[in-house]
């Protein structure tokens, strides 16, 4: 007799390889994910009650001392169990008082999660200031580089004309559509746009109107739909719609960002900007934290660390971290020596649930991404 220990991740495809059947694999997964949902603000009624129905079916909540006696109203509390135990208190909480037919709804959504294939998005840019010069491109020369991007396996091309890195000024829209205009342009005219999906990095709707007018298919807006019309523009164009999280603007972002939990506040950023992208009609939505926009690094690793978090909302998660200063925080290095640095945030970050990774460096990242998801599916032998 031999032991064998495998990753949770694993656990399917062994009960598959030994025999069992497919009932018997589904029931069987559901019970090999473990989950640690921290609560916040639980009334101790809702406590007590969820403490006890928790323990009946082999779950847990861990609750301060003293909510046995309700010595306050409210805690903070962190529920851990299984995906089988989750969807059991998912449907029993739903008749329970003080608040635990809302948190059950909310289980749902954290246990009911869709997988999405990775993509790449590479970045080209059309302006003079993007922190990054070798991503500085125009004309036939942004051409000649969006095809090389393509033969080096992007699925996205984010085209972009206004520098976004701290201290960077607005630009008239009129000044940015020149800026992208023979890029544009040229897009249209050789039909680019049926080799790869066209993205614009843009929250301004003249430039984003000629984009989509050329084949462009996503918005990619980094004051999440802060412009009414630009959700009026998503929808007459069916674009896809990427939501960003930015505390402040460009050009004041950086200076002494403050959060009392980045989590719970972005969370609400997206729970808000996504119930307004309904109200328009936009229903196909990306999300993405913002890495670097009004966050210090704390604040990034945090993100990166709990993105999965995320997931609950249903929608693809997008990272955009490429040669960004958070790297030279860790590690002392230059913009032009941060690959490896990038590398290791974007794997990370697919592993805790984004699907679209924005970068400078298309060849690196689909090597990196093919062996990544090369040692994801080896067989158990």
């Not at 135990?85 to 608040?99: D, V």
């Not at 200063?325 to 974007?346: D, F, K, W, Y």
């Amino acid at each position: 007799m031999q032991l064998y220990k495998i990753t949770n991740n694993e656990a399917k495809k062994l009960y598959e390889m030994i025999g069992c059947d497919t009932t018997g694999t589904t029931i069987l997964s559901k019970k090999s994910d473990l989950h640690s949902i921290y609560i916040k603000n639980l009334h101790v009624g809702a406590a007590n009650i969820l403490k006890q129905d928790a323990l009946s079916i082999g779950a847990d909540l861990a609750v301060p001392s003293g909510v046995i006696i309700a010595k306050d109203k409210y805690v903070d509390a962190v529920l851990v169990g299984t995906t089988k135990h989750l969807e059991t208190l998912s449907r029993k909480e739903l008749a329970q008082p003080f608040g635990l037919k809302e948190l059950a709804k909310q289980l749902k959504n954290f246990i009911n999660q869709k997988s999405y294939k990775t993509k790449i998005m590479g970045i080209v840019n059309a302006n003079d200031d993007s922190f990054f010069k070798n991503s500085r491109f125009k004309g036939n020369d942004a051409i000649k580089r969006i095809e090389q991007m393509i033969e080096d396996g992007a699925d996205i091309i984010d085209l972009g004309g206004v520098s976004s890195r701290p201290g960077s000024l607005k630009v008239p829209p009129k000044e940015e559509l020149e800026r992208l205009r023979p890029i544009l342009d040229l897009i249209g005219k050789e039909k680019l746009y049926e080799k790869v999906d066209f993205s614009l990095d843009s929250y301004e709707p003249i430039p984003l109107r000629y984009a989509l007018d050329n084949g462009f298919k996503i918005v990619n807006d980094i004051t999440g739909l802060e412009n009414d019309e630009v959700c009026k523009l998503s929808k007459e164009y069916n674009a896809q719609v990427v939501i960003m999280h930015m505390q402040n603007d460009p050009e004041n972002m950086q200076k002494e960002p403050a959060y009392e939990n980045v989590i719970l506040e972005i969370d609400e950023f997206f729970k808000q900007r996504i119930k307004k992208a309904h109200s328009f009609g936009v229903e196909d939505i990306v999300l993405d934290v913002g890495i670097g926009f009004g966050k210090t690094l704390e604040h990034n690793l945090t993100l990166l660390k709990n993105l999965e978090h995320f997931k609950h909302f249903g929608y693809e998660l997008l990272i955009g971290a490429s040669r960004k200063s958070m790297i030279n925080a860790v590690v002392e290095s230059s913009i032009e020596q941060r690959v490896p640095g990038t590398l290791a945030i974007h794997l990370k970050s697919i592993e805790n649930g984004a699907s679209i990774i924005r970068c400078h460096d298309v060849k690196e990242h689909f090597q990196a991404i093919k062996l990544n998801e090369a040692i994801n599916t080896a067989k158990i032998h």
